[in-house]
């Protein structure tokens, strides 16, 4: 039972071939429906180049990597109206940005899992920062992202940090990948809690482990990837995902009996 006292969903495995499908899906919704994903994409590359710019500006562009790495923490968060197209569509209803919006905004618990997916990424830029300063230097700092991943790239304390940095971002990824996977489609689709959505999304991953542990490499892999030519690669990647994740949601939790 949940802590609303209903019943918890219904959580099935899923296999590759699950994966393969959700990503074809999802590419049929982007195709269907392009507008939606190309906004929302548009919005999650501009988020990245904003900061970037900040970072820049502040004279932290040695930051620009790790933050293309977290960027990816967020995705799920950023996806939601998304899955919400992908719903409607599924159920022949109309698509616009106003039901997008209204269906967001009527489930309160979206807003608590929001919280919990930036308090995450806002961990991963402060352990990212501490790791500078133990291993590279308090009051380090940088005048190019050159110089930056020269010192990591060349020197034993670089090394260091890259290692630590990148084993600490995988644990992170995980952690939230588990978290959200299913959650956030979940709140859009039922009356839940987002207690009882982050541990069915901790139970499917369970659930089939090997499988989704090759889907969060594949989103990490694509997100960053798309992300170096100045993120403008999300503006296409993010939607497909983002579609290919409601798809994938579908075949991880059973529906509720008619």
Not at 101 to 109: F, I, L, P
Request: some cysteine; proline content about 4%; charged content about 10%.
């Amino acid at each position: 039972m949940s802590i609303s006292g209903k019943v918890d969903p219904v959580v099935r495995s899923v296999a590759a071939t699950d994966i393969a499908e959700a990503l074809v899906e999802g590419l049929r919704d982007f195709q269907a429906l392009p507008i939606y994903g190309l906004v929302f994409g548009a919005l999650y590359a501009a988020g990245g180049i904003t900061i970037v710019l900040c970072l820049t500006a502040f004279g932290m562009v040695y930051l620009a990597y790790p933050l293309a790495a977290g960027f990816a923490l967020i995705g799920p968060f950023v996806a939601i109206g998304l899955y919400e197209v992908s719903r409607r569509r599924e159920r022949g209803e109309a698509v616009s940005f106003g039901a997008i919006w209204s269906a967001v905004r009527s489930r309160n618990e979206i807003g608590w899992m929001a919280f919990v997916t930036l308090f995450v990424f806002v961990i991963w830029m402060y352990q990212v920062r501490l790791l500078i300063a133990l291993l590279l230097g308090l009051h380090a700092s940088f005048s190019s992202f050159q110089e930056f991943m020269t010192l990591v790239l060349t020197t034993n304390e670089g090394l260091t940090f890259l290692i630590i940095g990148n084993a600490v971002g995988a644990v992170l990824s995980v952690i939230l990948f588990s978290l959200t996977v299913v959650s956030f489609p979940l709140l859009l689709d039922r009356e839940v809690d987002f207690v009882t959505a982050m541990v069915t999304s901790v139970r499917a991953v369970v659930t089939s482990p090997l499988p989704m542990i090759g889907w969060a490499a594949v989103i990490v892999m694509l997100l960053i990837v798309s992300a170096l030519p100045y993120f403008l690669g999300l503006i296409v990647t993010l939607p497909v995902l983002g579609h290919a994740t409601w798809h994938l949601y579908r075949r991880l939790v059973e529906p509720l009996p008619a």
